[in-house]
């Protein structure tokens, strides 16, 4: 399975963005699907994650109710909906996954650029 992101784009602050990620095949309920973000200078860090079995979440706290990860089980994608937006959410996405249990992601999408601008 390859995971294929898109959605990304220029934006001004407090707008908002939905990224994709497509998977090339079926999703295994026992796969936790994530999204992270490497800003320019930084290191990657976690934005969120749903577990595909029972659409539980988790989000990074800084996300925490403003970014939104969804999933849908019939077109074997995920999604991140990004709202009230600032120049610091601009970073390079990436849809990642992993086996549920798990602590690394193995599975790596290619990233997708987000610019937010002031």
């Known amino acids: 399975v390859q995971l294929q992101a898109c959605g990304g784009g220029l934006v001004q602050a407090g707008g908002s963005l939905r990224l994709s990620c497509a998977a090339s095949?079926?999703?295994?309920?026992?796969?936790?699907a994530g999204w992270f973000r490497q800003a320019p200078g930084k290191e990657r860090e976690f934005v969120a994650s749903?577990?595909?079995?029972?659409?539980?979440?988790l989000y990074a706290d800084s996300m925490k109710g403003r970014f939104t990860i969804s999933r849908d089980n019939a077109k074997f994608s995920f999604y991140l909906q990004m709202n009230s937006l600032k120049p610091e959410d601009t970073a390079l996405y990436y849809c990642a996954g992993r086996v549920y249990g798990a602590t690394e992601y193995t599975l790596w999408g290619q990233g997708t650029l987000v610019t937010v601008s002031s």
């Open positions: 095949g079926r999703i295994s309920s026992t796969y936790v």
């Open positions: 749903i577990a595909w079995h029972d659409g539980s979440t």
